[in-house]
């Protein structure tokens, strides 16, 4: 079954509105997890790391005040969309480690953005 | 910056047949690589991974071969089968923690019945 679970799978917004994704680790605590980006018939990029209890850090190029990341616990990342464009539909895929199995990384299922 | 990249982007096999795809890498620092598959509108599905200090690591089907010197990965896979078809990744673990990383630009590998 699934080790890191994403919601919603599939959203649709209007522009200039702003949409929350989630990223739960599921039998295991995550104090970093990753986002990333995916344009159709692209590869993924890496928008940002999230730290639970601190401030996310970006990529370059990855407005921070246009995705929100929370880390509030250690189960729990989320990603908000603020002010979103058509230009923001894409696949976000997020993804955790696990240290105590050799830093197992898994990624979620994904989460299917449109803004229309 | 530095980045992964693959040679080819589609590869076409028969059922049965062995594929290989092949995965170039420029940071000279990476240590831990890894293989995804990704199936369509799905997230990424780990294959194999392998570490620095190895050249070569097999999994069920599948063998990872490492060249540090020329810094180059390859994913084979022997007796391709239809529900091998996908996107394949190659990406190196790059920044100081496991878990950060970046994913060359994909193979479509169609496998013919």
């Known amino acids: 079954g699934a080790v890191v679970s994403q919601h919603p799978s599939r959203v649709i917004c209007k522009s200039g509105t702003s949409v929350k994704i989630e990223c739960r680790s599921l039998?295991?605590?995550?104090?970093?997890m990753f986002w990333y980006r995916q344009f159709p018939k692209q590869s993924l990029m890496l928008m940002a790391t999230?730290?639970?209890?601190?401030?996310?850090?970006?990529e370059q190029g990855v407005e921070k005040d246009k995705f929100l990341i929370n880390h509030a616990s250690l189960t729990l990342s989320t990603l908000t969309v603020t002010s979103a464009h058509p230009e923001d539909s894409s696949f976000y895929i997020c993804?955790?480690?696990?240290?105590?199995?050799?830093?197992?990384?898994?990624f979620g299922e994904g989460s299917w953005l449109t803004v229309v | 910056g530095e980045s992964v990249g693959l040679h080819l982007p589609t590869l076409s096999v028969q059922e049965g047949d062995n594929s290989i795809i092949n995965c170039a890498y420029s940071?000279?620092?990476?240590?831990?690589f890894i293989w995804y598959k990704q199936e369509s509108g799905k997230g990424p599905q780990f294959i194999i991974d392998?570490?620095?200090?190895?050249d070569k690591r097999q999994g069920q089907r599948v063998t990872v071969l490492l060249n540090k010197t020329v810094k180059h990965l390859s994913l084979q896979i022997a007796a391709t089968q239809p529900g091998d078809s996908a996107v394949y990744f190659c990406?190196?673990?790059?920044?100081?923690?496991?878990?950060?990383?970046?994913f060359g630009q994909g193979t479509i590998l169609t496998v013919h019945p």
């Open positions: 999230s730290n639970e209890g601190s401030k996310a850090t970006y």
């Open positions: 392998i570490r620095s200090n190895m």
């Open positions: 940071n000279s620092a990476s240590d831990y």
């Open positions: 039998d295991f605590q995550a104090t970093t």
């Open positions: 993804s955790a480690n696990r240290p105590e199995l050799g830093n197992t990384i898994y």
């Open positions: 990406a190196e673990n790059t920044g100081t923690s496991y878990g950060k990383l970046t």
